[in-house]
């Protein structure tokens, strides 16, 4: 099947009792045995529910996957990867991460014993020369947050081999109808289902998706003991989601773009960051091994902080608020919002500044997108050149 069509049957088998096209919600938490020790294969709800298994064997196969896990948050989907780690293991990760799971790293699993050892960039050897007999996994996003570095992850996929140990692929910012990295060599994929899988900004969930029984086993096991589940609810509204991935990913892609081509060309604009441009240092890289370069667009605006503020305040059809994927277009500032957590010296060491802005792209009319940031573009022109005055 191709992928829109998995998208639509994966998960979605009639309901075998009333043949009902959509499968119903099973909101029960318990399950009546039909003798000792015997039962239909579920029995509680933290352990395995209709719903959630359906969601994902769905999402299992949009990945490519054999095993699909789902939590109640994207965090929590990381932290059962986490789990597969010890004291005295070490990590080698992608500098450039979302700042929870930067925090999640550092703040959690350091103090028990952890260490992490972050890479600047994508060149192989980098990565190859920080492995040691100590390292357990490789970890990278691609494209990054917020940065939309796009990572080599067959290259990086080799230097795992090498070292015997799996590399895990945050997924997030692509989805798997733009990517598919278990295909590229990845032995684990992640995602935040809030965003695009999901991609109605009304469901907080996550995913971990390998093909590997012994990950699988460990990843299910902390799912079941740590009780991190997402609702039949969450997971029925996750999965009506996915019937519209391939669709909206081409609308987010198309709308990103135009704005990222309006930006580049925009006096107030320093820099933009965007895999789709020609100019982006990722581009080809991007463009063999995505199908699309995704709705993110960060740049660089001319000013700091009271220009972002004059920025912001004068969108109208961009929302001023975190996350990412949803069909609404939103504007996010990463120095105080997605990656506060970080020190302002590992903002600074990570490229952050307070001048960035990250846009989540959405699906309204491109025309409307543009219009409204070359509003707000003006706003900030207006505010940097009252305060060149002023000095």
């Not at 015997?164 to 910012?173: G, I, K, Q, S, Y």
């Not at 895999?275 to 960060?298: F, K, S």
């Not at 509003?375 to 207006?382: C, D, E, K, S």
Request: proline share 5%.
């Amino acid at each position: 099947m191709k992928f829109e069509t998995k998208a639509i049957r994966l998960g979605h088998s009639p309901d075998p009792q009333h043949r009902a096209v959509v499968p119903p919600v099973h909101q029960g938490t318990t399950f009546e045995f039909t003798a000792v020790g015997e039962n239909t294969g579920y029995e509680y709800s933290r352990t395995s529910n209709p719903t959630r298994v359906l969601l994902e064997e769905c999402l299992a196969g949009l990945e490519g996957g054999e095993f699909g896990v789902a939590f109640g948050s994207g965090m929590a989907a990381t932290d059962a990867v986490l789990s597969m780690l010890r004291p005295g293991d070490e990590m080698v990760s992608a500098r450039n991460l979302y700042g929870g799971t930067l925090r999640l790293f550092e703040s959690i699993y350091t103090p028990r014993g952890v260490r992490f050892v972050y890479i600047d960039g994508g060149d192989p050897d980098a990565w190859r020369a920080a492995v040691t007999p100590h390292t357990k996994l490789l970890w990278l996003e691609t494209p990054t947050n917020p940065l939309l570095q796009v990572f080599d992850i067959a290259a990086i996929a080799e230097v795992a081999r090498e070292a015997a140990v799996p590399l895990v692929v945050d997924n997030t910012f692509a989805s798997p109808y733009i990517q598919q990295p278990l295909a590229l060599g990845a032995d684990i994929v992640l995602h935040s289902t809030s965003k695009y899988i999901n991609g109605h900004n009304d469901v907080i969930g996550g995913a971990v998706i390998t093909s590997d029984p012994q990950v699988h086993e460990a990843v299910r096991f902390f799912q079941n003991t740590a009780g991190a589940v997402p609702g039949p609810w969450d997971c029925y509204l996750t999965l009506r989601g996915i019937k519209t991935l391939a669709l909206r990913m081409r609308q987010h892609n198309a709308n990103a773009l135009a704005v990222a081509r309006f930006l580049e060309g925009h006096g107030m604009v320093r820099e933009v960051f965007y895999p789709g441009l020609e100019r982006h240092p990722g581009h080809e890289l991007a463009r063999r091994q995505m199908d699309g370069y995704g709705g993110m667009v960060t740049f660089l605006l001319e000013g700091g902080l009271e220009q972002v503020n004059a920025f912001v305040e004068a969108l109208g059809v961009f929302h001023f608020a975190e996350s990412l994927g949803g069909a609404e277009s939103l504007v996010c500032h990463p120095a105080t919002m997605s990656h506060a957590a970080l020190s302002e010296e590992e903002r600074q060491r990570a490229g952050i500044t307070d001048s960035m802005i990250r846009l989540s792209v959405g699906l309204e009319n491109a025309e409307d997108l543009v219009e409204d940031l070359e509003r707000a573009l003006g706003a900030a022109r207006r505010s940097l050149e009252a305060a060149r005055a002023g000095c």
